[in-house]
C-alpha cells in the first residue's frame, strides 16, 4: 500500500496551492482519507478528512480556506489551500484509516511521504 502526496511548494501568503495524494495497493472504500500537518518541534495536527460518502471534516480554523475532495475512482484525495498564511506552512502529510479523524496518530494506518508547503510574508 502506498500513498503518494505532490503538490507541496512556496507560494506567497494570500496564495493558493493544491496538494494531492493518490493512494494505491488495495481498496479505500471503507477508509477516510485526508490531510495532516507538522512543523518542526510540534504534534501533527489533523487539517482535514473526507470519507467514501465525501462527506469532509475540517480543523475548525481552516474551515472556509482549505476545501479537501476525493475521488475514488482514482483513489486520490486532493487539499485546495487557499488565501495561505505564514502559520499555514508545515510539512503536509496525506493518510487513510477507517476512523481517521478519531484515531491516533500512532494507529493511523497508511501514511504518505509527506509534502512541504513554504508561505512566504
Known sequence: VQLQAYGGGL??????LR???AASGR?????????????PGKEREFVAGINWSGESIYKESLKGRFT???DNAKNTVTLQMSSLKPEDA????????????????TRIDYWGQGTLVTVSS
Open 11 to 16: 507560494v506567497q501568503a494570500g496564495g493558493s
Open 19 to 21: 496538494l494531492s495524494c
Open 27 to 39: 481498496s479505500f472504500r471503507n477508509y477516510d482519507m485526508g490531510w495532516f500537518r507538522q512543523t
Open 68 to 70: 479537501i475532495s476525493r
Open 90 to 105: 508545515a510539512v503536509y502529510y496525506c493518510a487513510a484509516d477507517p476512523l481517521l479523524r478519531f484515531q491516533a496518530l
